[in-house]
């Protein structure tokens, strides 16, 4: 995307009085005053143009009933010694709105599968064999919120998704940012930083006319080393094109059906590994 | 880790397990399963993997878009 920036007369007609002001040594601060009304201008295009990037995105993502892509996600964490650690996995999301919806992630010590049908949530845990379903019944948005708001497992990434995305994104934002471009995978994307009491986060959309977003990165700025949450997506497709559109949850051959509280008890199910171990240090 | 992971290659070499039965995949769990991973202690709050709802303070009081805060 090219910024743009404000146009300026070539020309400056000067009245009398300027002139005279221009004598008495005002020349200064009129400049001063041109700058400062020239980038007071500019910053004002730049949040219009990049909350119009925003928009876009969240519009044209939520106006796709089908679609499906790879991801790949870092989470870092900082340790009670201040060394800021970085956790790699990778998956795939497919989703049918409005209430179907399948993501993997796999990592070095988990590898689980999300199924959300419209009406029951299943998660799958490969290596361990085993499945835990939980009814929850509604929209994506519906297994959204609750998944992070009861069960404290927020789905990554599920912010650019949902039909709110663009409320969400920017209740409460105190600063916006059009940075240009960058090119994540190949693909030219837009590049947007904003900012929140609490996180920063940046993001970044796909020039042309499937303005997906191509890497999402919030940064916890108030939490001690200030770690990074970020997600890249690749393999974007919609409609027909979509990938792994079934949503029926068929438990592998031997899977041993588990409880909710038989799931929190479980090493390597959760977002970290068993060799992380949390404190309340902060 | 890799010095550990050395010791446990030559122990499956030590015990004449290559080039038997034990294919690469094998080894690789089997040398995974001897090495312990070092251990880090990580403080709380995790980051947000969601921005949904996040306002003032609401990170550091495990408020939103936290995993299992």
């Known amino acids: 995307m090219s910024a743009k920036m404000p146009v300026l007369p070539n020309t400056l007609t000067l009245g009398d009085g300027l002139r005279e002001a221009l004598r008495h040594g005002a020349c200064c601060c009129l400049l001063a005053a041109m700058a400062a009304a020239s980038m007071a201008s500019k910053a004002v295009a730049?949040?219009?143009?990049?909350?119009?990037?925003?928009?876009?995105?969240?519009?044209?993502?939520?106006?796709?009933?089908?679609?499906?892509?790879?991801y790949d996600?870092?989470?870092?964490?900082?340790?009670?010694?201040?060394?800021?650690?970085?956790?790699?996995?990778?998956?795939?999301?497919?989703?049918?709105?409005p209430g179907k919806i399948r993501a993997t992630r796999s990592s070095g010590f988990v590898d689980i599968e999300s199924i959300f049908d419209g009406s029951t949530f299943t998660l799958l845990g490969k290596d361990q064999n085993?499945?835990?379903?939980?009814?929850?019944?509604?929209?994506?948005?519906?297994?959204?919120?609750?998944?992070?708001?009861?069960?404290?497992?927020?789905?990554?990434?599920?912010?650019?998704?949902?039909?709110?995305?663009?409320?969400?994104?920017?209740?409460?934002?105190?600063?916006?940012?059009?940075?240009?471009?960058?090119?994540?995978?190949?693909?030219?994307?837009?590049?947007?930083?904003?900012?929140?009491?609490?996180?920063?986060?940046?993001?970044?959309?796909?020039q042309g006319d499937r303005p997906y977003p191509c890497r999402y990165v919030i940064t916890a700025k108030e939490v001690l080393g200030s770690p990074q949450y970020s997600v890249q997506i690749s393999d974007w497709k919609t409609?027909?094109?979509?990938?792994?559109?079934?949503?029926?949850?068929?438990?592998?051959?031997?899977?041993?059906?588990?409880?909710?509280?038989?799931?929190?008890?479980?090493?390597?199910?959760g977002e970290l590994p068993s060799n992380f171990v949390r404190e309340d240090n902060q | 880790m890799t010095i550990m992971k050395k010791h446990a290659t030559a122990l499956i070499l030590a015990l004449g397990l290559v080039g038997t039965a034990l294919t690469p995949s094998w080894s690789s769990a089997?040398?995974?399963?001897?090495?312990?991973?070092?251990?880090?202690?990580?403080?709380?709050?995790?980051?947000?993997?969601?921005?949904?709802?996040?306002?003032?303070?609401?990170?550091?009081?495990?408020?939103?878009?936290?995993?299992?805060c």
């Open chain 1, 46 to 70: 730049g949040e219009v143009e990049a909350m119009a990037l925003l928009k876009g995105m969240t519009t044209y993502v939520a106006a796709q009933r089908e679609l499906s892509f790879r």
């Open chain 1, 73 to 97: 996600s870092d989470l870092e964490v900082v340790t009670s010694d201040k060394q800021r650690l970085t956790l790699a996995s990778s998956g795939s999301v497919s989703l049918a709105r």
């Open chain 1, 130 to 206: 085993v499945y835990m379903q939980i009814p929850i019944a509604g929209s994506i948005e519906v297994l959204v919120d609750e998944l992070k708001d009861k069960y404290q497992r927020p789905l990554p990434a599920a912010d650019l998704l949902l039909p709110k995305a663009y409320a969400a994104l920017t209740n409460e934002v105190i600063d916006v940012k059009d940075l240009g471009s960058g090119v994540i995978g190949g693909v030219e994307c837009d590049h947007l930083a904003f900012r929140k009491q609490d996180v920063d986060y940046q993001i970044w959309i796909a």
């Open chain 1, 239 to 269: 409609g027909a094109g979509a990938v792994g559109q079934d949503f029926t949850f068929l438990p592998p051959e031997g899977a041993r059906s588990i409880t909710l509280k038989e799931l929190k008890a479980m090493k390597d199910m």
């Open chain 2, 30 to 68: 089997v040398i995974n399963a001897l090495v312990t991973p070092a251990q880090a202690r990580v403080g709380r709050p995790l980051t947000p993997v969601s921005v949904a709802g996040v306002g003032r303070r609401t990170v550091r009081r495990c408020a939103v878009g936290i995993y299992d």
